[in-house]
Each structure stands twice: as C-alpha cells, then as structure tokens.
C-alpha cells in the first residue's frame, strides 16, 4: 500500500466509462453525448478533469465522431480507448490502456455523471491515503423494504457514487483476475471481491447520474445562473427611441450616447443577471498573476458550465492570468476600464504637461496683494488676469480624454496674449507690468 506522502505527489489517472447505450434515457442519442444547457454530458464531465494529466475514456466504436465532438476545444490530455459490451468490459479495456503509464492512483467515474464537484474528488483521493479503494456515498433517507416487506436497516446502507478511486497496481491486478465474461454493477465490487480494504466517504446528492428522461429534465435548472440587473437613463426633450439600432418615434428620448439605446439596456441587464451570483469568493494575499491564476481555476473546476468568456477591469494581472488559466476564451475588458487604459498616455502627457507648466507659473499671490483694498479699473483687471490663470492651473474638472491639463497651455498662451492686446492698445503701463510677471 502506498504511504500518504507518496500518494499527495503520486500520478492520478482519471478512467470515464462511456461505451454505453443509454437507451433508457431516450433522446435518439446515447445520454453521454445529448446536450444539457447547450453542451454535451461527456464535455462537461470531462470539464470536471482537465486539471489531471491523464484521461481515459472508454467509449462505443460506433461513437468515434461524437467523442470528438465531445473533446472539441478541451485544453487536456484525453485518449480514447474500445469499451466493451458491459461496463466492466469497458473498465477493464481502460486499465490495461494505463499499464504503461502506471499510474500511483486511477478514478473511475462515470461518464453520465456531469455535476461532479472538486470536493467529492478530493474526498475520494484523501480517503485513498490509507486504503485501497474508497468511493462517494451518500446515507438512505426513505424507509427501506425487501419485496416480500421486510424492513431493511437503512444506517446498513448506502446510495453508491462514483468516481469510484484505487491503487491502480491493485485494482488492475483484481481486475487481472476476473473471469472473461464477468460483469460487475460497479468497481468497488471487483475490488471488495479481491479482498481490497474499502472505505466510504461523503458523496454529494447533485452529483446524480443521468439515466432517464426526467433526469434530463430535473437538471436543467442545475445550470441555470439567475440574477438582477438595471440600468438608468434620464428622460430628456426628444421625439425617438432607439432600439437595437432601430428608431421609434415615441414623443420623448433619453439622455446618452450609445448606450442609451434601449437594446443596450437590455444587455446590460443580461450581463447583471449573468453576473448576480457569486460563485467563488476568496481572501487573497496579494492578486499577482499566479494568485489569480488559481483562483481562476478553481472556479472553472466548480462550474458545471463552459466558461465562453470573461469581462475584467484590464488589470495586467488578471490579462495574464486570464490567458494562463483560459487560453481560447474571448476576455472583454469592461467599457470603463478599457477607456481608461486607452487614454492612459494622454492621461500622463496631461499631468506631465500640467507639472511643468505650473512650475512656469508663480508669483500670482504677490501681484494680488498689490491691488488689494483698491476699485479702481486697473486693479479690477490685474485681479481679473489672476483669477483667470488660477482657474487654468487649477480646473482639473474633466476626464482624461479631454486632456485638460494639454488645454492648460492654450488658456494661459490666451491670457499672455489678452495682456500682450492691452500694451498694443496702450493700457495701462503700470497694470501692464505687474501684469506681465504673470
């Protein structure tokens, strides 16, 4: 038996079953590739595995296209092997598949299990730190009874689960051992009659397998997101609406720019929905590109839906770990964010050009004291040109875009050139001069 360090860093191959009919599901397919939410089953279990090195599927010889189809845009090491006419053919097919690669630990699941959570794999692989064989069940809560009505003690059993987890060398050995045409209801039988040590631990009740019709349909909300959203617009003088581009005349219009098309709104609404649910929420050190890289991760992992896309603040960061954690998913920086990052070298050249202007600017408060306590028109004018290169340096009221701070120059190359109108006109010699040093 392997010790618990050995297995913490020890190799884990994933076994999916596969090869079968599914015929009591309907569907005019086998139930592994018929689409729940718009994917197919065996994607989104196979989805639940794409962090493991290896995986074997066993799967029917007629089912070639449809395992591709399954596999399309998975970014992991999956090798198909001939299933066989029983589930336990199958199995035995994908073990001697891993042979070569020995494996410390193999799971078998099976391939109509489509919600399977990390913490049930997790609790499979630590239980195997000390036996054999372990496997997810869950207790009975109903009354139990024989069909002759005999009373059956429900704490004596339990509602079995997969994936089913064991020593790969033992249970390839027990397997080694069976008879031909042996055909088992699962692998914890095969181990339990080898003599492996097995133990049972928590499984989850929304892992449940796919088997008929109603299930197909019962798990539809299983992947639904649902939230709340709005957005808001000001009413304002106007005859017409947008919508969706198209024009209505509707006696009044809204305030805003593009997105003030009422089929924006509509979108925008979508995406709060979309993103009213929180589905991880972790206390992180620090947001480096590797923090949130697993981060990442570990949401893809307990999602039991395809992630198609990503909307972030454009951070470099979460650029990077976004293009680590999901290559080939299309990422949108948010409007906003983007923007900004957009108009990040105007913003600098703005502050830059404020900075060293402002250092050209002095003496403003002396000039003022000067004229203080007089009415006259020359000292109305001097504190007029005062007020107005105070206003240039300080009216930072406005976005980046604008580059108030660029404007900055004219409106002070406007006040030199009013002051240089007064001396042509024959102003004032003295306000002229006191002016000047402005």
Known sequence: ????????????????????????????????????????????????????????????????????????????NIISVTGGATRTASVKAGLEALRDYAPDIVLIHDGARPFLKPQTIDNVTQALEDTQAAVPTLPI?????????????????????????????????????IAADADFADDIEVA???????????????NIKLTFEDDFMATQNMISITGSGYDVHQICTGKTLFLCGVEIDAGFSLLGHSDADVGHEVLWVLRDCLSGEVLLARSLLSSTESDLAALIREVKRSLSVPIVGVVSDGQRSVRKAVAGALPRVAHQLCHFHYLREAARPIYEADHHAKKELKKRVRGIRPIERQVEGRTDQEARAIRGYCSAVRSAITDDGRP????????LHDRLSGITASLNRVRKKGGCARSYRSSKTL
């Open 400 to 407: 980046p875009l604008q580059a108030s701070g660029l404007k």
């Open 141 to 177: 809560v109903d009354a139990v009874k024989s069909l002759d009505g005999t009373p059956i003690d429900r704490d004596q059993i339990r509602r079995v689960q997969t994936p089913q987890g064991f020593h790969f060398g033992a249970i390839l050995q027990a397997y080694d051992n």
């Open 192 to 206: 339990r009659q080898a003599g492996m040590p097995i133990r049972f631990c928590a499984g989850d009740t929304k």
């Open 1 to 76: 038996m392997h010790n618990i360090s050995s297995l913490k860093n020890g190799k884990i191959a994933i076994l999916i079953v596969a090869a079968g009919r599914g015929q009591r599901a309907g569907g005019g397919l086998p139930k592994q590739y018929r689409k729940l939410g718009g994917e197919m089953v065996l994607t989104k279990t196979l989805k639940c595995f794409t962090d493991y090195e290896t995986i074997v599927v066993a799967i029917h010889p007629d089912d070639k296209n449809l395992f591709e189809q399954a596999c399309a845009g998975l970014d992991a």
